[in-house]
């Protein structure tokens, strides 16, 4: 039961590089696809929900920017703090495969409540909002979806280490400017697809 939980926490112990690129790809396309049909959008790293471009080529670009980004600032800061040779595609592979859990995110926004509540007018009052019928569901939904998120990060993390192989301070210092300033650059440039 205990490697299992380990496995669970760090999938990167028994797959990486260009087989964790393989999975974390094919999980692009299918969270490509769900995002597509249900209209939410990745606005950033951290960040989820509608935004007034539904072109499926927005979806793309979106998914895209949220594994490079991320993906980049790992090897940069892997290139910088480490002596050990670091392998792009191990890096881009590992990142890509730590967002697989947000297809649990992609798939509770397939949900009606959630659907109904991307299509809703944001410019409701906070009371006009609280009186919608599907309002509370998909609020107690959005929270559901967070578990998901935490799993993402703590693989994100565990990928940064595994294909990087950082430790102590320069782990930390990396994974929090790939995690934080990731989600601020990335909400950058996706704010150019609106």
Known sequence: MKNKVKLIVNPF????????????????????????????HYHGLLHFGPAPNPAWWCYLAEHLIVWLIPALLFYLGGLFLCHSRIGVIDVLGTVLFAHLPLLGMNLISLLPAMRMMSQMNMNMSPEEMLAQPYFILAMILTLLGLPFLILTLIWMFNALKVSCNLKQWKLWTVALIGIIGGDVLCRFLIGWLY
């Open 13 to 40: 112990i028994r797959i990486a590089g260009g087989q964790a690129l393989i999975w974390g790809f094919l999980g692009l396309i299918v969270s490509t696809l769900l995002c597509w049909i249900s209209g939410y």
